[in-house]
């Protein structure tokens, strides 16, 4: 393996106590060796600040444990803070460029990963320009708290469609899943800050690159997914729907409205306050339809979706 520029490694944790020993294990026995793991505790009031101390001092010159101020930011604050840190502490953290790396607290990372989506998002730069502001994410195998296989594919599970992967698609539906993704220095200082209306830091991350760079996907399995009741955003098995039988008012009750998509309808109208002047006339009419999506008819939301999903 060809030497690699030196890689962070963002770390929010809350209340991780019980997989957190397996997620950081799993790092440190990376391929990729010149890392520097940096840690925000979100204000957890179990052992888990015990447990980063101690690797801290078994590995200080692989950890960077934010110190404590008490707040409870959710994931997407928590992460927003941790790249914000990076790009403020380069030279501290021995960083030549900002290249970050998401993890979970309750994950399992295969040996290579690393390795395999850093590569492609050197290649981007290499390829295209170290100024384009890029992504790599990867699939993930589901698992349950005890490690066993609950699916092979993330993807497959939850029903979601990679070549759908424009800027409006991805308004609509987000296929990066934080753990999986490494971006360059050029995608966090576009990204940032990420807005209030933003659902998940991920999907800001993943809409910013698709207006402005690159993302790419790796169809391999890289993390195995732990899902467990104490998730912060779960792995959904993807249901197709049911055909509706009886006449036209059977089949529009039938339609219910989607509460989610009020919160994609509010993140659509921010792409659009924050991008809005720099994309295209089909990106722009895309996102004002989305901002739409609100619509509390079931069939009317239903319909709307489907238009934009067109664009």
Known sequence: ?????????????????????????????????????????????????????????????????????????????????????????????????AYMMFADQDDI????????????????????????????????????????CIAESFIAYQGLKIDRGNLVNLALSNLVT?????????????????????IMHDWWLAVTAAAFGAREYIDQPLVRYRQHDANAIGAQQFKPALTVAGGLWAKIKAYEVNPHLSDVAVQARAIRATYGGALNTRQRTGLLLAGFLGLRLGLLQNLLFRLVRSF
């Not at 809350?14 to 957190?20: K, T, W």
Request: hydrophobic residues 40%.
């Open 1 to 97: 393996m060809a030497s690699l520029p030196r890689l962070a490694i963002l770390l929010s944790t809350y209340n991780g106590e019980e997989f957190l020993d397996e997620q950081l294990d799993s790092i440190l026995d990376q391929s990729v060796k010149d890392i520097v793991i940096v840690v925000r505790d979100d204000g957890s009031s179990d052992e888990t600040t015990a447990v980063l101390a101690r690797y801290e001092k078994k590995y200080s010159e692989k950890f960077c444990l934010l110190p404590s101020d008490n707040q409870n930011l959710g994931a997407k604050g928590s992460f927003a803070c941790l790249m914000r840190y990076v790009l403020e502490n380069k030279q501290a953290l021995g960083l030549d460029r």
């Open 178 to 198: 934080g753990c999986t993704a490494v971006i360059n220095e050029e995608l966090a200082n576009k990204a940032l800050p990420i807005p209030n209306d933003a």
């Open 109 to 148: 990372w295969v040996p290579q990963k690393a390795e395999y989506e850093f590569q492609r998002l050197l290649q981007i730069e290499q390829r295209e320009s170290s100024q384009i502001p890029a992504l790599v994410h990867s699939d993930l195998e589901v698992i349950d708290r005890h490690g066993k």
